[in-house]
C-alpha cells in the first residue's frame, strides 16, 4: 500500500540493533502484518505469518519500566515498539506500528521508535477488513515486500 519510514530510537539500543539486525537480512521481506485492529495498532514480523512466532529466533531484554529499564517514551499514534509473550524478556521478531494512542501499554511494552513519513499507509492497512474471529487478520494478505 507504500512506504512507511520509520526513526528509532537511541534509548532501546537492544531493540533497536535487534530490528535493524533482522531487516538487514532480509528476514522480514516477505512477512505480514498478520494482526490488525483500527484505532490500535498494526502488527507484523511473524515469519509463520500466525502471531505464534518462530520459538527457534533469540530473544532480548525487555527495555520497559516494569522489567526496570528506563523508557520514557509512549505509543503514541505512529510509535513502533516490540511484540511480546506474556514473560518480558520474550521479544524477538514481531513489532506493531499503533495507529492511535494507547498510554497503557507505557512501561509494559519497549516502544523503540516511530513513522516519520507514511502514517496514511499506516490508516490504509488498518483500514482493511478483517477477521475478529482468527486473530483480527486481513482477510486480504498485507504483505512488507522489503524491510
Known sequence: MGDILVRLY???????DNFLKLAGEGFFD???????????MIQGGDPTGTGYGDKSLATIKGEFS??????????????ISMARSQH????????????????????????FGHVVSGMDVVDRIAGVRTNRW?????Y??????TV
Not at 10 to 15: A, S
Open 30 to 40: 516477505g512477512t505480514l502484518f498478520h494482526r490488525v485492529i483500527k484505532d490500535f
Open 10 to 16: 537511541d534509548e532501546t539500543p537492544l531493540h533497536r
Open 66 to 79: 516494569a522489567n526496570g529499564v528506563k523508557n520514557n517514551l509512549s505509543h503514541d499514534r505512529g510509535v
Open 140 to 145: 486480504e494478505d498485507q504483505v512488507m515486500e
Open 134 to 138: 482468527a486473530g483480527d487478520r486481513p
Open 88 to 111: 518480558p524478556d520474550s521479544a524477538s521478531s514481531q513489532f506493531f506500528i499503533m495507529h492511535a494512542d494507547a498510554d497503557y501499554l507505557d512501561g509494559q511494552y519497549a516502544a
